[in-house]
Nanobody
Framework: LQLAESGGGLVQSGGSLNLSCVDS????????VGWFRQAPGKEREAVSC??????????YYSDSVKGRFNISRDFAKNAVSLQMNSLRVDDTAVYYC?????????????????WGQGTQVTISS
């Protein structure tokens, strides 16, 4: 897998962004995908995850983003998107997508074998 994120940027608090994670190898549909973020001086944390559809397709959201973010697959584009609404200043971070098998702790970075380079999300007050 070769993952590439896009869609980051600078928006005001309350705004929206849509992040996309695309696999150039066209096999992302067979993997669980997670979105993680890392703010300066903080550990990388899981934001949202989605299992592959031929497993159970379940989704996960951290408490801090539940109700504001939505993860989904676009099979036609071989992509996983993260729609982020009602953004807050504390959502500012580098956001990474990652892919792996749907086993184990889905919030743990060690579950994922493939990572993108990250995309910066900055929310201004």
């Amino acid at each position: 897998l070769q993952l590439a994120e896009s869609g980051g940027g600078l928006v005001q608090s309350g705004g929206s962004l849509n992040l996309s994670c695309v696999d150039s190898g066209h096999t992302l549909r067979y993997y669980a995908v997670g979105w993680f973020r890392q703010a300066p001086g903080k550990e990388r944390e899981a934001v949202s995850c989605i299992n592959n559809s031929d497993y159970d397709g379940q989704t996960y959201y951290s408490d801090s983003v539940k109700g504001r973010f939505n993860i989904s697959r676009d099979f036609a584009k071989n992509a996983v998107s993260l729609q982020m609404n009602s953004l807050r200043v504390d959502d500012t971070a580098v956001y990474y997508c990652a892919a792996g098998r749907p086993f184990g702790d889905r919030t743990s970075p060690t579950r994922y074998d493939y990572w993108g380079q990250g995309t910066q999300v900055t929310i201004s007050s």
